[in-house]
Nanobody, 119 residues
Framework: QVELVESGGGLVQAGGSLRLSCAASGSGFSINTMYWYRQAPGKQRELVAVITRGGSANYVESVKGRFTISRDNGKNTVYLQMNNLKPEDTAVYYC?????????????WGQGTQVTVSS
């Protein structure tokens, strides 16, 4: 069974930093593109950052210059370094990945980790 497990959320003051991690576990799987999404209370889930297997990254405009997505293919892990956090970054953050395990590519999701930024 393949799954994504996130860690690193928490409470931080505005201007602070957090680093989220998301590791894929299981056996016999391959990973393609990896993503970080977030969902704030009362809002739709939004794509925050995406990174290809080769390391090309893109970000939503609101986090450019503050967040950095990276990955370690050897560890099957994606990271989100979040600097200069703002109260509006408060949300549940989810990682996702295009993966396959003996079948077609499909999206897998982590359980989510809460990030709270106090003003």
């Amino acid at each position: 069974q393949v799954e994504l497990v996130e860690s690193g959320g928490g409470l931080v003051q505005a201007g602070g930093s957090l680093r989220l991690s998301c590791a894929a576990s299981g056996s016999g799987f391959s990973i393609n593109t990896m993503y970080w999404y977030r969902q704030a209370p009362g809002k739709q889930r939004e794509l925050v950052a995406v990174i290809t297997r080769g390391g090309s990254a893109n970000y939503v405009e609101s986090v450019k210059g503050r967040f950095t997505i990276s990955r370690d293919n050897g560890k099957n892990t994606v990271y989100l370094q979040m600097n200069n956090l703002k109260p509006e970054d408060t949300a549940v953050y989810y990682c996702a990945a295009q993966m396959r395990s003996g079948g077609p590519w499909r999206d897998y999701w982590g359980q989510g980790t809460q990030v709270t930024v106090s003003s």
